[in-house]
């Protein structure tokens, strides 16, 4: 990786909101973070934490479901990329490890895949949404509570 790819990797990060931008190619890893300004204390919380839980979202999930969260930035798509069939619809059974989503980033494919095996609740994002790390994907119900 070359400095203008990491010049333009820094330039990404800086017109998204995003506040850290990891790209790996090859043997070469690069990991970019925003500086946080800083802001009032928090009780216990730090300042990452206490920007990410006072975002306006998506209404808080039931005690007994697990939300799926995008753990990169980039696009989501409900199928295996762009412009193909939803892997999974509100109701649908999913294994621990199944792919349920994908984020596309730097034109780059990742599976999101379902921690748990349950039932599929809500579909938060929408196809082809930009998403950043934390953004709520997709809400499950896991199989041993159901």
Do not use: N
């Not at 400095?3 to 990404?12: H, T, V």
């Not at 931008?21 to 970019?32: H, M, N, P, S």
């Not at 709520?136 to 119900?141: C, P, S």
Request: glycine content about 10%; hydrophobic content about 40%; overall charge negative.
């Amino acid at each position: 990786m070359d400095r203008d790819r990491i010049l333009s990797l820094l330039g990404l990060l800086k017109s998204s909101s995003a506040a850290e931008l990891a790209v790996g190619e090859g043997d070469f890893y690069v990991r970019l973070r925003r500086q946080m300004p800083p802001g009032p204390p928090s009780s216990g919380a730090t300042t990452g934490q206490a920007a990410v839980a006072a975002e306006p979202g998506p209404a808080a999930p039931a005690e007994d479901t697990l939300v799926v969260r995008a753990r990169l930035v980039g696009f989501f798509h409900r199928g295996q990329g762009p412009e193909t069939e939803p892997l999974v619809e509100v109701g649908d059974r999913v294994e621990a490890g199944q792919t349920i989503g994908t984020i596309e980033s730097l034109r780059q494919i990742t599976a999101v895949t379902a921690p748990v095996s349950g039932t599929v609740v809500e579909i938060v994002a929408e196809e082809h949404q930009p998403v950043q790390f934390g953004d709520a994907l997709i809400v499950l119900k896991p199989e041993s509570e159901e």
